[in-house]
């Protein structure tokens, strides 16, 4: 299989169509060309041998310069929860009980594999809160309308009686 990205020159050099060549038309470029100085041989140094690992048993021989297992993988994969821990924390302000049940998990599947969640706990602890602040928000709303509803009912009934 040839380089793909070598020029292509043809074999035999003939001449244009309708002129004559230009000069160093089929030549190489060398000494034989007048206005270009002698280029000065360069010493050919090789590159030392490289030891190799020794074949192992069952396995295709190994090409030199390089050697199997020298790269990392491609990326490391996310710790698992973490991307359950931003849910919760997102949660946590949106549907703080859901925040709660999805940061529960994000942090048990967390702490299986020794990796620590910060935005499973931050989303854990103000789903809490914010869950405990709603649920008095609504007891207050309860007891309020609760109350103005029997003082209603009470004073209706005294003004009939009367």
Known sequence: MSDPYQVNQPEDP???PGGTPPPGHGQ???PQQPGYPQQPGYPQQGYP???GYPQQPGYPPQQPGYPQGAY???YA???PGKIMGIIGFVLAFVFAPAGIIVSALALSDSKKVGYDNVLGKW???LSIIFTAIGLLILVAYLVFFISMFGVMSTSTEW???V
């Open 49 to 51: 041998q490289q030891q």
């Open 159 to 161: 003004s009939t009686s």
């Open 123 to 125: 989303g854990l602890w």
């Open 28 to 30: 190489q470029p060398g």
């Open 72 to 74: 990392p993988p491609a």
């Open 77 to 79: 994969p996310d710790p």
């Open 14 to 16: 003939t001449p244009p």
